[in-house]
């Protein structure tokens, strides 16, 4: 099946443990998954590819494929029998990740030969972190297609992880959209503006660092133009998921309208639905619509930066 859009990242079981004590079980996890539930919000064409453990529930499958309408072709059979990720939650909302049944990432990552051929023409892309065979294939979708690409981590393709990656690494990419602690990580500063001008030199034409409840600072790197896009008001049940969903509605954004404020406001959107509970969102007839109230709200209230802020003139 064609989709328009589609996550090439990871799916799995998720568990959750808060700093009171609670704990949610046995959710549908993984950055793939989060991705595509806020491509959902925008979009009935998008598709998941990803390695699926023979412990992923079925119900989590006929969920996926029944209640979200996600394309399910591109998922592949694991060569490995488990995974499941354990996050713990201190107060401050940062958590540690505990992967269960695989150490090592490059294993959850389909191989671009199973990524199906009727995904070749998407319009959009999103993936957690590609290495450098996915990052070539994604480029030639993009030449040849005009694939937009969404990219959220360098770490499989920059050895030095937590040191400044080299100019022009993501050179061809559309968006680059870190969350702040890996961005100051990889910057060796706090200041979010800071994280930017460090981070433009990597070479995607936008960036979106994503700051939790403080929203997000878009920058245009071409112009040099930044603006900050405070978050949705809505009612906070559990903010897993919520930077992937951005990232995920952020690229949807920038396919339509090519505008990276405005792709910056359909991000926060589709974070605002994650949230607002334990796992993925049910969609009815009337999550669109509503979306799109919330768009326009948000819209009215998205601020430039001053050029001090930015390091202009």
Known sequence: MT??????????VTHLVFPDGRTRMNLIGGAGAEAVAG??????????????ASDFPAAYR?????????????????????????????????????????QDWARTQVPVSRVPVDYHR??????????????????????????????ESLDRLWNGRDTMPPP?????V?????????????????????????????????LALRMGGRGSLVRDCHTGETWHVPVVPTDVVDVTGAGNAYSGGYLIGWAETGDPVRAGCYGAVSASFLIEQFGLPRLDTATRSV???R???????????????????
């Not at 996926?64 to 499941?84: H, I, K, N, S």
């Not at 972190?129 to 996915?134: A, K």
Request: overall charge negative; hydrophobic content about 45%; proline content about 5%.
């Open 174 to 206: 559309d968006i680059f959209s870190p969350d702040l602690a890996y961005a100051a990580r990889l910057a060796r500063v706090a200041d979010p503006v800071a994280c930017l001008d460090a981070l433009q030199p990597v070479g995607a034409d936008v």
């Open 39 to 52: 491509m959902r919000i925008w979009s009935d064409s998008v598709g998941l590819v990803a390695y699926v």
């Open 291 to 293: 979306a799109t109230a």
């Open 168 to 172: 022009d690494l993501l050179a061809g």
């Open 62 to 102: 006929r969920f996926l494929a029944d209640e979200c309408r996600v394309d399910l072709t591109g998922l592949v059979a694991a060569p490995y029998e488990r995974l499941q990720m354990w996050l713990l939650y201190d107060d401050d909302q940062s958590r540690v990740e505990v992967m269960r049944g695989l």
């Open 122 to 151: 998407a319009r959009g892309v999103h993936t957690g972190g590609p290495d450098q065979e996915q990052l070539a294939f994604l480029r030639r979708l993009k030449a040849d297609h005009g694939t937009a690409l969404c990219v």
């Open 3 to 12: 989709v328009d859009y589609f996550s090439y990242s990871g799916l799995f």
């Open 295 to 313: 768009l326009e709200q948000l819209w009215r209230v998205v601020e430039p930066l001053p050029s001090r802020a930015r390091g202009g003139s």
